[in-house]
């Protein structure tokens, strides 16, 4: 296999006993193993290597930054619907001895009767666990009874589709369809027998589908044409029979967008700002991955910062950068929110670049993804859109990196490998040595600070595109509101601006963060509350399915008519949510065109493409959304957006709590006043005087960045550090509280004593610094007791190691109780 054997080609090698997937990372020459230990590769899974050279260093630091193996982060890199599937079939060998044993005669019954079998179809077979059946096959195995079979396969292959063509040349076609349409007015059968109303519309719906396949002039999917023209596949076969259309079978890629036809666009003439923005991307950054004589090469490549008020034209600024890059034969990436990766926002991408663009959305089905990602692989698309695991694209000569919005929160993966797509992307453009263009109304502090340190190149739009305003801001003090008396959701001044509004047939966005009906239900005799018995949080009623729901593990009851502990039936719902102002919005707005934006809402496939699409129609009059409707939404018509309740996240036990709300609050009042018509926006809070609302109101990030930025250096907290987290949990609360001690004293001693810290690395000036350990906010969750621990530090290297030796070697309370331990490093959310 010398010759075969790439690196980052996945292949098979025999592993304890079975054959395991792996990839090959490197090439040695000699080893210290027994010659006896080494054995050779079964089988080699790739054509071409799955993992470039890049992807192969990109993984690995990851693996060492954020704590975690190689292998996982490897596997994170490539989505499921592309790595290969393992089947084990069991196979009689010919000749062989009957076994001895119950279990081993029954076994070879089965295969005797039924050929080969996997081994979990033989595990239900004979009525044994999987895991017990294993050894027997082994032991068979080796007396030469009968032959495992270990193959992979991809789970996810390239599909055949039934397809329609035309069968005859188009004036033929055209014949047809108008005597179809004849025959669809009932003029051609006036003196005759009058034709059944069935046969009307037949004939319509005929004319109809030879005219979609006439006009798009390929081959159409039959489940796509039979959706457009809104018939059955029958019809189908009846112009089939008449000798009209092929069907066939065929490869047909699974264009996720290819039922929306969207119009091309031209680049726009950028204003001075942008022209600006450009100039320096297109100077420093463009060239930088051409003209490689004028930089030397150990120069970083540059990272932008293009800082753009909402509606300030970022995205044409990334699609001309984009342009640039294209025209040096060299591909792009761009991440952006999943939230934001509505068929909308990424038309826009393919409006501009068409076939080029390939586009990654957790929306895909395996087999569209698996697709979407040979098209890359191949070099078909040398424009990738996606979420945060698009930055593991498979393109070929990458140009650069665009994340578009790179203050959200989605960039971070909440699972293992905890990474955050900013920093990731980061270390791919110096692997690739290609510059990153990140982009922002509200960038985070830390994109902030490096900018103003001069680590990135700041870029600014400071206005909105064609002179446009940016909207009014208004703070409402709900405390005053009770005070005179108004007792309902709506301060006078929403109220009377939802009014104006709908009578000039504008629209209206009202944001509240929180889903369901009411937050809190509990009992006015007794103070009994509704809590999850799994988590320490209270449930969530949901008016729709009339359930109790907890929003951390999924969990759902019915509610109880009277107190389940004193039976009073004074029971009160108490906490808004999206479905009380949806209620509350129709019983004071009658007249108004109502829908509700957010997870419940949106459940059906689909679901979130069609309310947005009804509401650019004007068929909604106002939207009403969690976070779901802050981002990337740019509809013309929309003149008031109404924050119901500002302060939700403000008071949250997290460093970052502030920024997370100027942040939302801001994106969310920028979807006011985009177009010609003038934007206003009414923001309702219990705390005007937060320093956080005061700036939303004046649009001004640099005023609230240089507040939030002291806050945060006083307590020393990132920008000014790099914090990691450690998590342990478990069910039993005394137990996990005495891990988190002994984690305590363990990492103590390797700060404090100079012989075991030797064995982490020393970096200068970088002590650690342990807050905790203490119970976590959500001190549980699912049935577990958590305590965590806060590591603070200049050197983020430093706590990857304290951790990584902590995974390695855990202390004995961890081990014997079965505690989990979570590591994330750069967290996002410290709940
Ligand atoms: N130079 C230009 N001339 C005219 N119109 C422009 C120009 N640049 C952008 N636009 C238009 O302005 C609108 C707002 O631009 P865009 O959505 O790119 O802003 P943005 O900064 O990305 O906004 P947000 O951060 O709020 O999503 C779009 O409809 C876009 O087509
Ligand atoms: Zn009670
Ligand atoms: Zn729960």
Redesign the pocket.
């Known amino acids: 296999m010398d010759a075969v054997l790439q690196l980052g080609t996945r292949v098979l090698a025999p592993f304890r006993g079975t054959q395991q997937e792996g990839v090959v990372v490197e090439r040695l020459d000699e080893t210290d193993l027994a010659p006896g230990k080494i054995k050779d590769i079964s089988n080699c899974l790739d054509e071409t290597p799955t993992f470039s050279t890049d992807l192969l260093a990109l993984t690995k630091w990851m693996a060492e930054y954020y704590v975690c193996s190689w292998g996982i982060t490897l596997f994170c890199a490539v989505p499921a619907a592309v790595r290969t599937q393992k089947e084990q079939k069991v196979q009689l060998l010919p000749g062989a001895p009957a076994p001895r044993g119950k279990i081993q005669k029954e076994l070879v019954a089965f295969l005797e009767a039924e050929g080969e079998l996997s081994l979990n179809q033989l595990a239900r077979r004979v009525g044994v666990s999987y895991q017990n059946l294993r050894p027997k096959i082994t032991a068979l195995q080796e007396k030469g009874i009968v032959n495992l079979d270990v193959t992979h396969k991809p789970k996810a292959n390239t599909q055949l589709t039934t397809v329609a063509t035309l069968a005859l040349p188009p004036a033929d076609i055209e014949a047809e369809i108008d005597r179809l349409k004849g025959e669809a007015d009932g003029s051609e059968e006036s003196s005759g027998p009058r034709p059944t109303s069935r046969r009307y519309v037949a004939a319509a719906k005929h004319a109809e589908i030879l005219r979609l396949l006439l006009d798009e002039g390929v081959p159409l999917a039959t489940a796509d044409l039979t959706k457009r023209v809104n018939t059955s596949i029958s019809l189908l076969r009846t112009l089939e029979r008449r000798g009209f259309v092929h069907i066939t079978r065929a490869q047909a890629v699974r264009n996720p967008l290819s039922s929306e036809p969207i119009a091309a666009?031209q680049p726009?003439?950028?204003?001075s700002a942008?022209s600006m923005a450009f100039a320096e991307i297109q100077n420093i950054g463009v060239s930088h991955t051409t003209d490689a004589s004028s930089f030397p090469a150990t120069e970083c490549p540059p990272t932008f910062l293009l800082h753009?008020?909402?509606?300030?034209?970022?995205?044409?600024?990334?699609m001309q950068a984009m342009t640039e890059i294209l025209g040096n034969g060299k591909s792009v990436i761009v991440l952006v929110p999943e939230i934001?990766l509505t068929p909308q926002a990424a038309s826009?991408f393919v409006g501009r670049f068409g076939e080029r663009v390939a586009l990654l959305h957790s929306r895909l089905s395996d087999g569209e993804r698996y697709d979407q990602w040979h098209r890359i692989q191949k070099g078909e698309a040398d424009i990738v859109i996606g979420p945060r695991s698009a930055v593991f694209a498979p393109v070929k000569e990458l140009g650069m990196l665009i994340i578009?919005?790179e203050h959200s929160d989605s960039y971070k993966s909440d699972t293992v490998p905890r990474y955050h797509a900013r920093d990731v992307a980061q270390k791919r453009g110096e692997l690739a040595n290609c510059p990153v263009l990140l982009?922002?109304?509200t960038p985070s502090l830390e994109s902030f600070h490096r900018a103003k340190n001069g680590d990135y190149r700041l870029l600014s739009?400071p206005d909105?595109?064609?002179g446009?305003k940016m909207p009014d801001v208004h703070i409402v003090d709900m405390r005053t509101e009770l005070k005179k008396g108004n007792r309902t959701i709506f301060s006078d001044i929403l109220r009377s601006s939802i009014e104006a509004c709908l009578e000039r047939r504008e629209q209206i966005i009202l944001f509240l963060n929180r889903r369901g009906h009411s937050t809190h239900v509990f009992c006015r005799t007794c103070g009994y509350v509704e809590r999850c018995e799994n988590c320490s949080i209270s449930l969530t009623f949901h008016f729709e399915t009339k359930r109790l729901v907890c929003h951390h593990c999924g969990d759902k009851r019915p509610t109880h008519p009277t107190c389940p502990q004193c039976s009073s039936p004074a029971i009160r719902y108490f906490g808004l949510g999206t479905e009380a102002v949806e209620q509350e919005v129709r019983k004071a707005f009658p007249q108004a065109r109502v829908k509700r934006f957010d997870a419940d809402s949106t459940t059906r496939k689909n679901a979130h493409q069609q309310i947005l699409e009804t509401f650019e129609q004007q068929k909604i009059d106002v939207l009403i959304g969690t976070q779901m409707v802050s981002?990337?939404?740019?509809f013309?018509n929309v003149t008031l957006v109404g924050v119901i309740a500002a302060d939700t996240s403000l008071n949250f036990p997290d460093f970052r709590a502030s920024e997370q709300t100027f942040s939302l609050l801001t994106?969310v009042a920028?979807?006011s006043g985009?177009?010609e018509l003038e934007g206003k926006v009414v923001i309702q809070t219990y705390m005007p005087e937060h320093y956080c609302i005061a700036a939303v109101q004046k649009h001004d990030y640099l005023g609230f960045y240089a507040q939030e930025v002291e806050a945060r250096g006083a307590l020393r907290y990132p920008p000014f550090s790099h914090v990691g987290t450690l998590l342990l949990r478990g069910k039993d609360e005394k137990q996990v509280e005495e891990a988190a001690h002994a984690v305590r004293d363990q990492l103590q001693i390797w700060l404090t004593d100079p012989a075991p810290a030797a064995q982490v690395p020393d970096v200068g000036e970088t002590d650690v610094e342990i807050l905790g350990p203490a119970p976590a906010p959500l001190s549980k969750i699912e049935g577990k007791f958590r305590w965590h621990f806060l590591l603070r530090s200049n050197s983020v290297e430093r706590i990857s190691q304290l951790l990584k030796h902590l995974a390695d070697e855990p202390p004995v309370a961890i081990k014997s109780n079965a505690i989990e331990f979570v590591i994330d490093i750069d967290p996002t959310n410290i709940l």
């Open positions: 666009t726009l003439h950028l204003n942008q753009g008020v909402t509606g300030s034209g970022k995205t044409e600024v990334y934001s826009r578009d919005e982009g922002s109304a739009l909105r595109v064609l446009r981002k990337g939404l740019d013309p994106q920028g979807r985009r177009a």
